[in-house]
T-cell receptor, first 111, second 115 residues
Framework: DAKTTQPTSMDCAEGRAANLPCNHS???????VYWYRQIHSQGPQYIIH???NNETNEMASLIITEDRKSSTLILPHATLRDTAVYYC????????????FGEGTQLTVNP | NAGVMQNPRHLVRRRGQEARLRCSPM?????VYWYRQLPEEGLKFMVY????????ESGMPKERFSAEFPKEGPSILRIQQVVRGDSAAYFC?????????????FGSGTGLTVV
């Protein structure tokens, strides 16, 4: 699975959009970009995933560059409850692909 | 539709005792994954199981740790002769035969404290 690079930490004001970048320059054609988050002491929570098209769901939007070497997770209106570690993971979407968690980005939403 | 259930939520063991952690996957999920998170560290993969089979145990310590996922009942992660370094949060995740749009669903974890 391709390696990912994320900033260690980011801050965001409550109510503003949080834009979390991820670099995955070695991604191959059949690998998906997944985003998870872990709120302190809880189990990781799935957020969104995509292959090459931009994706949106009730939680977030995922913007993947045309060359697929980087992506951005967007939380449109961050709340205090969005404070968490966010993980960008690249995997082949086949049954049994294990998730390899890196260090992630600690997002702190400030009042 | 209950999520992934892990129990106990917290477990305290004395050094040398055995710890048994249980994980019941979501209904319809036949793949189970165990992860460990040491204090102030990231999540590390331990083992991946399907019903009655261990598929990948490359992240499991060679000694004292074992896992099973029987035909009936929950998946069990067993740690024999626990040591202080085993103190950690242990998370279980499950998925279907074919990964769906929700990826892997994680449980709330079991916090193991070895005293």
């Amino acid at each position: 699975d391709a390696k990912t690079t994320q900033p260690t930490s980011m801050d965001c004001a409550e109510g503003r959009a949080a834009n979390l970048p991820c670099n995955h320059s070695t991604i191959s054609g059949n690998e998906y970009v997944y985003w998870y988050r872990q709120i302190h002491s809880q189990g990781p929570q799935y957020i969104i995933h995509g292959l090459k098209n931009n994706e949106t769901n009730e939680m977030a939007s995922l913007i993947i560059t045309e060359d697929r070497k980087s992506s951005t997770l967007i939380l449109p209106h961050a709340t205090l409850r969005d404070t968490a570690v966010y993980y960008c993971i690249v995997i082949k979407e086949t049954s049994g692909s294990r998730l390899t968690f890196g260090e992630g980005t600690q997002l702190t939403v400030n009042p | 539709n209950a999520g992934v259930m892990q129990n106990p939520r917290h477990l305290v063991r004395r050094r040398g005792q055995e710890a048994r952690l249980r994980c019941s996957p979501m209904k319809g999920h036949s793949h189970v994954y165990w992860y460990r998170q040491l204090p102030e560290e990231g999540l590390k993969f331990m083992v991946y199981l399907q019903k009655e089979n261990i598929i990948d145990e490359s992240g499991m310590p060679k000694e004292r740790f074992s896992a099973e996922f029987p035909k009936e009942g929950p998946s069990i992660l067993r740690i024999q002769q626990v040591v202080r370094g085993d103190s950690a949060a242990y998370f279980c995740a499950s998925s279907r035969e074919i990964t769906d749009n929700y990826g892997y669903t994680f449980g709330s974890g079991t916090g193991l404290t070895v005293v």
